[in-house]
């Protein structure tokens, strides 16, 4: 859900800067740097997460990374999935969720890409559910449900200057 908001307050301040003139990106930049050193001054937040992920696996239930000018590429290896939320800006990445297992029927995954790209493999069988959007880049959902297996993904989010694509 804060990718949402993310990408909704993005918007509202593009819109903005074009209205009034304004240099948003010289601002976004600042913004982001001086959230930057903050993080760090503070020691707040999972700052491992922030730069990148590297290569790797995870075994967690439920998967949550924001990733700024980073990249993530890891294998989920749990065999309770409960869902996801990824963020990325300015950065990309691959999670291969192809081998979890899950004991619900419905799941929530949440991917926002902003200026950069992400790519999730989902298990075979699973049906998807694509509500995201693409602005000013691609939201695609290329998985196949050839056998029923009775779990539902429900895929949110957006991709702005950016793209999501979700295979199996």
Known sequence: MRGHII?????ILIGLS???GFPLFNFIFAFI???????ILTGRGEMDHFWSEGKGSASEDYFRRVLIFSGIRTKLK????????LVTIFGGGEVDAGGVGTKKT??????????????LRLPKGWEVKSEGTGILG?????????AKS??????????????VEVVN
């Open 7 to 11: 990408a909704g307050v993005i918007i």
């Open 18 to 20: 074009i209205l009034f």
């Open 33 to 39: 740097v001086i959230w930057i050193g903050v993080r």
């Open 78 to 85: 749990t065999e309770n999935f409960e869902g996801m939320e």
């Open 106 to 119: 419905d799941i929530d995954i949440d991917l926002v890409a902003i200026f950069g790209g992400v790519k």
């Open 138 to 146: 691609g939201f695609d959902n290329k998985t196949v449900s050839s």
């Open 150 to 163: 009775g779990v539902t993904v429900h895929l949110k989010g957006a991709a702005i200057f950016g793209g």
